[in-house]
């Protein structure tokens, strides 16, 4: 089983979660318990750019907390491996709800209560529906990304795209079967 390390700890790799344009986010154990790796990459993103992406994480993640919105807790940065251990929230993601045909209208009135929280802070999120996780019918954002609100990036206007069946949302998906 691979390793890898956080500030000299090694940590089990279980299984890749997912490959976001920032990083790629692995389920890991110490023995003990499970939690998420993300690994910091810099490859290519024609629509978006980044600055330190390592400092980005810490700094949103900061943000974040001082709104109230839920996630995973931060529980260590290895600056120099570019890598963030992560509290594990365990369930299923936004995106499998809508892919199973599943989806609760109690989860869209969830993220518009964290945009309640979060406009008034002139703060956007990443809305994709990956970036969600429903663990005991609570939603966390998983991920730390935000960034100064846009209204064309607004839940309402951008998110909401990909919280149902829609046409954008299935060619998403017909795209990453190719």
């Not at 920032?22 to 939690?35: C, H, M, Q, R």
């Not at 629509?47 to 709104?67: A, V």
């Not at 518009?112 to 956007?124: F, H, I, V």
Request: charged share 30%; glycine share 6%.
């Amino acid at each position: 089983m691979e390793e890898m390390c956080v500030n000299k700890k090694a940590y089990q790799v279980i299984k890749l979660l997912g490959h976001g344009k920032g990083g790629y986010s692995y389920l890991v154990t110490d023995g003990t318990k499970e939690y998420v790796l993300k690994q910091i990459h810099h490859e290519p993103c024609d629509y978006y750019q980044f600055g330190n992406k390592i400092e980005s994480e810490m700094n949103d993640y900061k943000r974040l907390r001082e709104i109230g919105i839920p996630m995973p807790e931060m529980l260590a940065v290895d600056i120099e491996n570019e890598r963030i251990l992560k509290e594990y929230i365990e369930g299923d993601t936004i995106f499998d709800y809508v892919l199973r045909k599943e989806m609760k209208q109690d989860f869209v009135d969830q993220v518009k209560a964290m945009c309640e929280r979060l406009y008034p802070a002139n703060t956007n999120i990443d809305y994709f529906p990956t970036n969600f996780v429903v663990q005991d019918g609570i939603l966390y954002y998983i991920d730390y990304e935000c960034n100064n609100y846009m209204e064309e990036w607004n839940f309402e206007n951008w998110g909401i795209k990909y919280w149902s069946q829609t046409d954008e949302f299935l060619a998403y998906v017909e795209k990453g079967k190719n």
